[in-house]
């Protein structure tokens, strides 16, 4: 079983451009987030979604969206991105909001 | 506001005991957790403390009161690998993980 899988593994991206971060899992949870994560800094929660169909906003949603087309994919666009939003990227699932979160393996990006 | 405290870095011996503390503040508590993040990987999911207590798993056990709002991770027969960052989470009343920011544990043979 593969788990959550995450693609890009890295990326160098121009200010201005956009992006999707894609995140998928086998695990047929119902839970997926998005959380980035900085140096000296806890995860931060970006978006969530609790089913299929289902988004929220975390705790720093400005400048990022998401969709929940189906119950395995999580994608993250950055419309326009900027130097802030360099940072390492985890999504997560879980069987529901109560659960245990388990992570893929990040994607780390840095805008220039 | 929510607030998750854990000291920054922590260094021991190897094949000794270690004990990661740490204390919350949040918006409600639905359940402490613990996570362990190798330099460069995903954290991986360690303990789950809803009750006050002492559960233990192995080399590795943690403790929760929650009338103190703190809980420690302790770590014994210390190896090399346990080398990691440990990652003290609480889910608040909204069933969101607030994350504290790690400790870094360090481990000298």
């Known amino acids: 079983t593969a788990g959550i899988t995450q693609a890009p593994t890295s990326q160098i991206l121009a200010a201005g451009r956009s992006m999707t971060l894609r995140c998928t899992q086998d695990m047929r949870h119902n839970a997926m987030y998005w959380y980035r994560q900085d140096l000296g800094l806890g995860l931060r929660l970006i978006h969530y979604s609790n089913t299929a169909g289902t988004t929220g906003k975390g705790e720093v949603p400005d400048g990022y969206s998401v969709s929940r087309a189906n119950t395995d994919d999580f994608p993250l666009t950055l419309a326009s991105a900027v130097p802030s939003q360099t940072s390492v990227y985890f999504c997560?699932?879980?069987?529901?909001?109560?659960?245990?979160?388990?992570f893929g393996p990040g994607t780390r990006l840095t805008v220039l | 506001g929510q607030n998750i405290d854990q000291p920054t870095e922590m260094t021991a011996t190897e094949g000794a005991i270690v004990q990661i503390n740490c204390t919350y503040q949040t918006s409600g508590f639905n359940g402490l957790f613990w996570y362990q993040q190798h330099a460069g990987e995903a954290p991986t999911f360690l303990s789950y403390?809803?009750l006050d207590g002492l559960e233990e798993k192995g080399r590795f056990s943690s403790f929760l009161s929650r009338s103190k709002g703190y809980s420690y991770l302790l770590l014994k027969e210390l190896q090399m690998k346990d080398s990691a960052s440990y990652l003290c989470a609480v889910m608040d009343s909204n069933y969101q993980l607030i994350w504290g920011a790690g400790t870094k544990l360090i481990i000298k043979p």
């Open positions: 997560a699932s879980s069987d529901s909001t109560r659960d245990t979160q388990y």
């Open positions: 403390n809803v």
